[in-house]
């Protein structure tokens, strides 16, 4: 162990301008014990010689108001020269640690990092901060499905990275995870605010990129959650502090079926919302004259912001149809046909190629998906094992298709040498990928013109599961249309629908007892029973047969 010790000095200097240090007469009282009005404490600590036997000048360390104070800090600085235990190089990097923080840092290390490193076999000269960490994290899971590897990709890329990155691994805090959840709703505002102006310079800030809602954040913190559990595996840090971040449930909201009720109140929400904007962007118009703010507000935003009964919505059978109606003359109207008829997700069908769709045999099957990740989009599996699967196909969307395709031929001749081939099955009009943002801001475009409740793009997903189920077919054969993972995620997701569907159910069964063929008695003299009436009232004989 170390020799070390503790003294008193102060600055005090004798007749000849010399400094007393430790021989002020002022350090001491009358009475001998310490002035605690004056000097300073110090400590000195020897420290051992280098590897090749050169010796190395003490550690002095001063300035602090109490001999505790010093004592505690010499003692400091012999925890981490005990750390080494009896290896001598080990004991020669700590040293050199010690001499070169005090002297960048005007501090000791931290013991406990310093035990970590060692026991880890870090290097004791660089702090690994959490940037670094994450890709070496990242790199280092090899069985991720692509769509996974993506996913944390993104999470690194637009969240934590940027807020958390310069942070070293072993000092993040909770207090920084939920800075970095505050600078996501202060984005979310942004977002908001953007829509809602109109100003182009402001939209432009936030294009391509949607609101954080609540199941993203839970995801962002699950990426990182999880690779600070393998930190802790690795002995790097001691608490997870993502784990112990709270954030809003989640659980994504269940779908409801666009009862008439249901949308008579989002009528009354948007005509209070399209109010409020108005007054809103008349208001800014009078307090700043000289700023073109405009007074007209956009009708795509209002129409998409107005509360709604529920985040997620299904139309009726009778609103699809009229949204595809509408959607008919749009050249995107076989993408959202499939997505409605066979419930692909978005980004599966804009991922679509031709070699995966078996027209003569009716099928397709789902081997490739286009994401969306931030303004930028990536290529890969489906999101699932469940996803990769062969979807029949009905006769009316095979119509559909091969009149799309004999359409893209036609826009391949119209476009000639600017033409990509890339054989996806829905493109742009010069052949390339769809990007799936602009499929679905054409979407609710095509929504909003035919007078409809807005839903999202991928509830026409759910709107098919809701039809399934209408049609009497249980929630395992939804599990297996929609290549859902398990009939639990079914569950979880589409009970909500059961209720609005078994009113019409009910009314399906009234009406095949209704609407029977009378039964024909052949006794000689025997009347003809007539059909029940639907609404007459109870006891009322029917009509005799003519």
Known sequence: ????????????????????????????????????????????????????????????????????????????????????????????????????????????????????????????????????????????????????????????????????????LERLRVSDVDSLFEAIEEFNSLVAHARQSGDPALRAQVKGRRAVGAATKQRIRATLRAALSKAIKERRIDINVAALVELPSGR??????????????????????????????????????????????????AYIGAPRPSPVMVWTPELTRTFLHRARRHRLHPLYHLITFRGLRRGEACGLRWPDLDLDGGAVTVRWQITQLGSTTAQGKPKTDAGEARVSLDTTTIKVLRAHKARQNTERLAAGDTWTETDFVFTTETGRPLHPALVTEQFEQLAMEADLPPVRLHDLRHGAASILLAAGYDLKVVQEALRLSSITVAADTYTSLLPDLARQSAEDAAAIILNAAPHQRRSPGARAMAPLPADGPPGQEPAPAS
């Open 1 to 168: 162990m170390a020799n070390g010790s503790t003294y008193k000095q102060c600055g005090c200097r004798d007749q000849d301008g010399r400094l007393l240090r430790t021989r002020c007469p002022k350090l001491r009282r009358a009475d001998g014990r310490s002035n605690t009005g004056h000097g300073r404490w110090y400590y000195q600590l020897g420290l051992p010689a280098t590897l090749d036997g050169a010796r190395r000048g003490p550690l002095r360390r001063g300035g602090l108001t109490s001999q505790d104070a010093a004592d505690a800090e010499m003692n400091q600085a012999k925890e981490l020269l005990s750390i080494a235990a009896d290896d001598p190089a080990v004991l020669d990097q700590i040293t050199d640690l010690i001499t070169a923080t005090v002297k960048n840092t005007k501090r000791l290390p931290v013991p406990e990092e310093v035990r970590r490193k060692v026991r880890t076999g870090q290097d004791l000269d660089s702090t690994l901060t959490l940037a670094e960490y994450l890709e070496q994290w990242l790199a280092g899971r090899k069985g991720l499905r692509e769509g996974t590897r993506r996913s944390y990709r993104g999470h690194l890329d637009l969240y934590l990275t940027p807020h958390l990155g310069h942070i070293p």
């Open 252 to 301: 994504a909201p269940r779908p409801l079926v666009g009862s008439p009720e249901r949308i008579a109140e989002w009528r009354r929400n948007h005509t209070i919302h399209v109010r409020e904007q108005q007054d809103r962007k008349e208001r800014l118009a009078r307090l700043e004259p000289g700023m073109r703010h405009g007074t007209r507000i956009n009708r795509l935003d």
